[in-house]
T-cell receptor, first 114, second 112 residues
């Protein structure tokens, strides 16, 4: 596609529920990144995929968070047993992954846990 | 590990005045450096990037930044501020295409 697409744009869920956030990267981009941006903060790294595999998942805060990219394109970030502290904007970005620097970000999914 | 420090969470300048947003980085290897802008209720947009070519980097909307290795700095400047420049600006660092680490951001206010 022309840009990085994230769905849904907004998600409200109850505490304890499971949510999935989807990211559709730019066609041909092999690298895909998930970030979380809390109010008034800079984006915080969560996980980075190169192709289908997670190259670095050191930013995932705990085992309630998991992400997959089974075919090396679309990625899903999954959050189990959501907590109010998970409320944030979840950003996805993609790049060519060739050391050229700079990502293209999606518009994000605003997750609100009530 | 890489990191960036943005000096000043809020900066106010008058319309037409010089914009200077400060960023210092820490990296054990030659870094890539970026400035991103985020307008209210919008996503992150790349302003400019330094990838070990020219040390003075020109970006969009009249912004530029200079990589100074001796000062470990990558400050963002614009000669004349416009009202439309009001936004949140993030400095960021990465090593090749590894994860990008963002600073906490500087909110730029433009005074009429």
């Amino acid at each position: 596609g022309a840009g990085v697409s994230q769905t849904p744009s907004n998600k409200v869920t109850e505490k304890g529920k499971y949510v999935e956030l989807r990211c559709d990267p730019i066609s041909g981009h092999t690298a895909l990144y998930w970030y979380r941006q809390s109010l008034g903060q800079g984006p915080e790294f969560l996980i980075y995929f190169q192709g289908t595999g997670a190259a670095d998942d050191s930013g995932l805060p705990n085992d309630r968070f998991f992400a997959v990219r089974p075919e090396g394109s679309v990625s899903t970030l999954k959050i189990q047993r959501t907590e109010r502290g998970d409320s944030a904007v979840y950003l996805c970005a993609s790049s060519l992954g060739q050391g050229l620097g700079g990502y293209t970000f999606g518009s994000g999914t605003r997750l609100t846990v009530v | 590990a890489q990191s960036v420090t943005q000096l000043g969470s809020h900066v106010s300048v008058s319309e037409g005045a010089l914009v200077l947003l400060r960023c210092n980085y820490s990296s054990s290897v030659p870094p890539y450096l970026f400035w991103y802008v985020q307008y209210p209720n919008q996503g992150l947009q790349l302003l400019l990037k330094y990838t070990s070519a020219a040390t003075l980097v020109k970006g969009i909307n009249g912004f530029e930044a200079e990589f100074k290795k001796s000062e470990t700095s990558f400050h963002l400047t614009k000669p004349s501020a416009h009202m439309s420049d009001a936004a949140e600006y993030f400095c960021a660092v990465s090593v090749r295409d590894d994860k990008i680490i963002f600073g906490k951001g500087t909110r730029l206010h433009i005074l009429p």
